[in-house]
């Protein structure tokens, strides 16, 4: 008797959501939440130039979407509504969790959506994209479209590049460009552009270069096929040093604490003038030497810092790897702070 007990109870939720799953299959078109006044979403109609979008990004920019369901039956929102007439208690909640709160069809979320649909396709070049956007309703039913005409896409046919630094402008010549001719004038590319030039600057010494510095100007008079675009790098926006600046200290603590900063007393200049301080030289100064890309004396380059970080952490021998780089009258001071992993013990037993 105890086993059978047991049983029902085990299976008491199993059962009784198989219940619920009939009780809501004659009903579960989801409708019964919904009103004339307060109807339900139930599709986003997507056409660009008159076909069905195939497009991802495009249902990705819809503000509100449909419930999920197969065809006419929304299951889930029927178990949501069940959950909500059962009330706030255990089983009332489990329906609601693992249901779904109807889609009211929101008409500000459908006018942004309208407008940010427009927006995607501008971006991508379509300068004169049009957009029609008006729904549909049925009773209880609202189907939401969205109908865009892009026109033609505007393309790249030429690109330079100059700065209002004649420095910089020298330096401008050898920057491999990241767009090419016949490439669309995509707003995600052109910033990717001004992500990798604003890198470029910092690769060649230009330590404050930040992407204020860059922007771009675009001249599509000449039509669709024959836009130019000019990449500009103004140093002097936000004012400040402008020129290139050179790394005039290099300073590693390999045996770094958080706790006790300051417990060095082992200091060593290597080779190549980088400075090692370190507690009870743990480290061989030629080694952390070795580790280390960037050199004294040199411009500041980025890749290199990028490159050192990447190497120190790949070693397997420190915890954290922390950079710090202070602008300084004599020049760029480089710190390195090394926190190493905590020893480990290795015993074997051998029988033999």
């Given amino acids: 008797m105890t086993n059978f007990t047991a049983k029902i109870h085990r299976f008491f939720y ?86 779904e709160s109807p889609a009211y069809f929101d008409p500000i979320a459908f006018n942004a959506s309208a407008t940010q649909l427009k927006q995607h396709y501008f971006n991508q070049g379509f300068y004169h994209a049009d957009d029609t956007a008006f ?48 490439d669309a004038l995509n707003a995600e590319r052109i910033e990717e552009e ?50 290139r600046q050179r790394i005039s200290k290099i300073t590693v603590r390999p045996t770094y604490s958080f706790q006790n900063s300051n417990a060095e007393n082992d200091s060593t200049r290597t080779i190549h003038g980088i400075d090692v301080l370190q507690k009870d030289r743990l480290f061989r100064p030629g080694f952390i030497d070795e580790q280390i890309y960037l050199q004294r004396g040199a411009y500041y380059d980025q890749n290199l810092l990028r490159a050192t970080y990447k190497n120190l952490n790949s070693l397997g021998v420190f915890q954290t790897v ?21 020893k480990r013990s290795v015993s074997a037993n051998l029988e033999g």
């Fill in 322 to 342: 922390e950079f710090n780089v202070q602008p300084k009258d004599s020049g760029l001071h480089a710190t390195l702070n090394l926190v190493p992993l905590p």
């Fill in 194 to 243: 001004q992500l990798a030039l604003t890198n470029f600057l910092k690769d060649q010494g230009y330590y404050t270069a930040q992407l204020g510095w860059v922007y771009f100007e675009i001249d599509t008079t000449a039509g669709p096929l024959a836009s130019g675009i000019t990449g500009v790098v103004d140093p002097f926006i936000f004012g400040g040093r402008v020129e």
């Fill in 135 to 182: 729904t549909e309703q049925k009773g209880k039913k609202v189907i939401a479209h969205y109908h865009i005409t892009t026109g033609e896409q505007y393309s790249i046919s030429e690109y330079s590049l100059r700065s209002t630094s004649r420095f910089i402008d020298s330096v401008l010549a050898y920057y491999p460009k990241g767009l090419e001719l016949t």
């Fill in 14 to 99: 199993p059962v009784l959501f198989g219940a619920a799953l009939l009780f809501t299959t004659a009903s579960c078109s989801g409708l019964k939440q919904a009103s004339t006044e307060k109807p339900l979403l139930v599709k986003n109609d997507i056409r660009i130039n008159g076909r069905p979008t195939l497009s991802d990004d495009d249902f990705d920019i819809m503000r509100q979407r449909p419930n999920k369901g197969l065809g006419n039956i929304r299951m889930f929102v029927s178990l949501y509504g069940l959950g909500s007439k059962l009330g706030d208690n255990g089983m009332g909640n489990w329906l609601k969790r693992i249901g």
